[in-house]
């Protein structure tokens, strides 16, 4: 970066104070992982100064002959990948890329979307009464059981009840298999489209470690990074069963990302996903996405045993949500403390959860990052410890909850920031954490 570096000394410096602390770190939100060096020249390629509105071959632009071959090659690679017919590769994001399924196929303030509440681990995109898909349609969300699982029945009953046109299956916080084929016959039965939203899990479906939807969904909706390792982005695909209910679909949905949502596409964002579905293809991809169920398994025992109470009991993919009720701490403050100690996960709601959602009562962790650092099941188990120790230095600070005013609050939250950072137990094991990941560095 010898360029950034004369040019902008500041934004230089702050650039590597990351690379720095991503380095020293243990990166275990979910939705976080790193790209390999390939998948960053691509996004930080001349490619950045096209500007290609339209689609391969039909663009409002001139000079796209390149582009053209750049993006047919990334819908190409995903069709291959997943097995679909179709792929629109330009969203921007997940959250636009769910909304644009919404406005190719919905009719605002009529249609309905049953979806997984956003207290119970579901995504804004899925209903939310903030976000645009639940100001803009009708919602039904669905929820989970006591046990922290999908009630499959429940969600029968309420989508022959409620005629949903869209049912949302996927998640962002759910540590259980996905039973897409259930989902596709409740659809079925309803009269309504599956739209699942496999973000999270991705790359996991790629390397056989979780079942596909693509047998049972008319439409899948991946976001580009998380366990997939490409670039912030976002997919949308149409099924051979999308294609048998609506032969238009593919046209519907490709109208409503351009010119419906979006301008022109990020063209170094396209080649950068066209790189990470390369790399996802080879079989060592396989082997990471079955360390990421590994690794997760083995953490969750090892918290299991320090008697963190896991959401569901465990986990099935590559995520890990605790319910820290029982260690009388909210996850405000445990995401906090475990950053000051070298450990990055972030707070969390959890089912039937007491506490807002600013200071919700649990926290999420996630497996993709350290496995793509090498880190395999016996760094699990030193991890599991790290958790627990840095999580006991909370035992004395239970007062949080029996405020009741905003400014004690506040006063609480200060205080409690400035403890935390001049405990001397977290920051021991924050140097022993750095000094463990310079054994596994980053791509």
Sequence with gaps: MKNLKQKDKEIYDLIKAEEKRQTEVLEMIPSENYTSPAVMEALGSVLTNKYSEGYPKKRYYQGNKIVDSVEILAQERAKKLFGVPHANVQPYSGSPANTAVYFALLEPFKDKILGLSLAF?????????????????????????????????????????????????????YPRIIDFKRFGEIADKAGAYLLADISHIA???????????????????????????????????????????????????????????????????????????????????????????????????????SRFNLVSGGTDNHLVLIDLTSKKVNG????????????????????????????????RLGTPAITTRGMREKE???????????????????????????????????????RVRENKNLLKISGEIKEFTLKFPIP
């Excluded at 969904?217 to 997919?235: E, V």
């Excluded at 475990?338 to 919700?360: C, M, S, W």
């Excluded at 627990?388 to 200060?414: C, V």
């Design 121 to 173: 681990g579901g995504h804004l995109t899925h209903g939310a009464p903030v976000s645009i898909s639940g100001k803009y349609f009708g919602v039904v969300p669905y929820y989970l059981n006591d046990k922290g699982l999908i009630d499959y029945d429940e969600v029968e009953r309420l989508a022959l009840k409620e005629k949903p046109k869209i049912i949302v299956c996927g998640a962002t916080a």
């Design 332 to 363: 405000a403050l445990a995401a906090y403390a475990l950053e000051i100690a070298g450990i990055v996960v972030n707070k969390n709601a959890v089912p039937q959860d007491r506490l807002p959602p600013f200071y919700p009562s649990g926290i």
């Design 203 to 305: 790359g996991l479906i790629v390397g056989g470690v979780h079942p596909s939807p693509v047998a049972y969904a008319h439409i899948i909706m991946t976001t580009t990074h998380k366990t997939l390792r490409g670039p912030r982005g976002a997919m949308i695909m149409v099924t051979d069963k999308g294609l048998e209910k609506d032969p238009e679909l593919p046209d519907k949905i490709d109208k409503a990302v351009f010119p419906g949502l979006q301008g022109g596409p990020h063209d170094n964002q396209t080649a950068a996903i066209a790189v990470a579905l390369f790399e996802a293809s080879q079989p060592e991809f396989k082997t990471y996405s079955q360390q990421i169920v590994k690794n997760a398994r083995v953490l969750a025992e090892g918290l299991t045993k």
């Design 380 to 418: 699990m188990v030193k991890i599991a410890k790290w958790i627990n120790q840095a999580i006991e230095e909370l035992s004395q600070e239970n007062g949080f909850g029996k405020l009741t005013t905003r400014e004690s609050r506040s006063y609480f939250w200060k205080e409690f920031r400035r």
